[in-house]
């Protein structure tokens, strides 16, 4: 076993940057998708909504950037095209979402696939004894939890 600068099989750290490219990836679309409801909401909840947006969108800007900086601590290399990014999404794409219940629902949707990336990450990283990533996937994780709690609250739906 090959331990790289920071005590960390050279392999497992390998595998799991890329399991962070894919995540990343994946948040950069869900951060897309926030700044399209929030730009295009209407209706009455529109004064609530859009501040709601606005926060969840900035959240995921500093996300993106903690993820593309632990890649790089791992020694590998964050993806940064659009063409890399649409080619490993499956957080859903909204396109002219203008609605409120549909902007939640893409928020609850989108959050739902985020959460099994970072729960196949958080095994794999825990395993590597990678401790920096999976301190940030427990974190996000249990943000996320509470996010998709609270939109499926607004929805009127349970967990």
């Not at 909840?45 to 900086?69: G, P």
């Not at 203008?98 to 958080?122: F, H």
């Not at 401790?131 to 996937?137: I, R, Y």
């Amino acid at each position: 076993m090959t331990l790289n600068s920071i005590g960390l099989d050279t392999r497992a750290t390998q595998i799991i940057a890329n399991d962070l490219n894919h995540l990343l990836a994946n948040f950069q679309i869900y951060y897309q998708n926030l700044r399209g409801i929030h730009w295009n909401i209407k209706g009455k909840r529109f004064f609530d909504l859009h501040v709601k947006f606005e926060e969840l969108y900035t959240d995921a800007n500093m996300k993106v950037d903690f993820i593309a900086e632990r890649i790089l601590t791992l020694g590998e290399t964050p993806l940064h095209t659009l063409e890399d990014y649409n080619k490993l999404a499956k957080v859903p794409v909204g396109k002219n979402i203008s609605r409120d219940e549909k902007s939640v629902r893409l928020i609850v949707d989108s959050l739902s696939e985020l959460l099994k990336i970072e729960r196949n990450i958080l095994e794999s990283s825990g395993e590597a004894n990678d401790e920096g990533t999976n301190s940030m996937m427990s974190d996000f994780i249990a943000e996320q939890e509470k996010t998709v709690w609270m939109m499926k609250a607004w929805l009127d739906e349970t967990i």
